[in-house]
């Protein structure tokens, strides 16, 4: 009765020893970094470093940092600073100092990249 009891107690305190393991990291989402760096007609540059999850785009990261307004997955103001079309200017973004091919909500993030904002005046 004895060896009975006490293997019921090994198997109980296996049990409870294996339910309170931590979770898998294969769980658990994965955060990468990136630099969100915005210039601002003054001169005033506002540059961090930021973390993501695996398929943000470049929208997610902003929306998260700044106020900003959009239309059609394109920015048109941050923190209250709009571009103005009617002078042709217009919020651009870089991306590992290139020019973004796509859209804010459209252009996903790697671990590491470079997104920087200005307002850009053309002719």
């Not at 019921?8 to 969100?36: D, H, M, N, R, W």
């Not at 106020?67 to 923190?79: F, W, Y």
Request: with cysteine.
């Amino acid at each position: 009765m004895k060896k009975l009891v006490r293997s019921l107690l090994f198997v109980i305190a296996g049990l409870f020893l294996v339910a309170c393991q931590p979770q898998s990291a294969s769980k658990t989402e994965q955060t990468y970094t990136a630099t969100l760096k915005v210039t601002f007609p003054d001169n005033k540059v506002v540059e961090e470093k930021v973390t993501f999850e695996k398929d943000d785009s470049v929208m997610d990261i902003l929306e998260d940092h700044h106020k900003i307004e959009e239309k059609d997955g394109l920015v048109t103001s941050i923190d209250d600073v709009s571009q103005q079309p009617e002078k042709n200017t217009y919020w651009m973004y870089d991306v590992n100092d290139e020019l973004a091919p796509k859209g804010a909500k459209e252009m996903h993030v790697s671990d590491g990249d470079t997104i920087a904002f200005y307002l850009q005046t053309f002719q």
